[in-house]
């Protein structure tokens, strides 16, 4: 009687995922819209399903358990069309490095630092020339002012923020304030 009960349950389960194919079909069609991939994902889910009929305890959850396997079928399609690096193929050696990019930034905020140090005419040639890339004659039009009035405020400019730079590489770095207690 048992493999009667067996043999009845399995021929139910089969008409029952029979009747599935065309909803999976059109789920699968929805997900993918292309018809040979729905059809070959409803198939998979099929036969996987068939295989695993005897893992389905609540048959209240069937139409859940059949769409949780086609959505793996679906999944699994994918992962298997993604491309994959060779492991020793990928440089992981960067020029750019954190300790670079934070010493660039470093120098940056001295550099404007000590721009803004500089009197204000000298500082406005500076940032016109240097840093904005204007001719001498431009900036002598922007600032109406004689072109060898722009020369020397530039060159005054340079050579205060040169002492400036240097005499701030010769200081000592200060080192970080450390507060020890003992504890006893």
Same mark, same amino acid.
């Given at each position: ?67 949780? #396997? +086609? ?8 992962? /298997? $069309? ?9 440089? &992981? ?48 039009? #922007? +600032? ?8 020397? /405020? $530039? ?9 400036? &730079? ?19």
């Amino acid at each position: 009687m048992d493999v009667l009960n067996i043999f009845s349950r399995q021929r139910e389960s089969r008409k029952k995922l029979e009747q599935q194919r065309a909803r999976l079909y059109r789920i699968a069609y929805a997900w993918t819209h292309n018809p040979a991939l729905a059809d070959d994902l409803a198939q998979e889910a099929l036969a996987k399903a068939l295989q695993k009929s005897g893992q389905l305890r609540d048959p209240a959850a069937f139409d859940a358990w059949l769409y949780s #396997i +086609l959505a793996n079928c679906y999944y699994d399609h994918f992962r /298997r $069309l993604r491309e994959s690096e060779d492991i020793d193929d990928i440089v &992981l050696a960067h020029d750019v490095t954190p300790e670079h990019e934070s010493g660039a930034r470093e120098i940056v905020h001295k550099v404007r630092a000590a721009i803004a140090r500089l009197p204000g005419g000298q500082r406005q040639v500076v940032t016109l020339v240097d840093i904005e890339g204007f001719s001498y004659m431009e900036v002598a039009q #922007i +600032l109406s002012i004689p072109i060898g009035t722009v020369m020397s /405020r $530039l060159c005054r400019a340079r050579g205060a923020l040169k002492q400036d &730079l240097l005499r701030d590489l010769a200081r000592p770095a200060a080192a970080p304030e450390v507060n020890l207690r003992r504890i006893k």
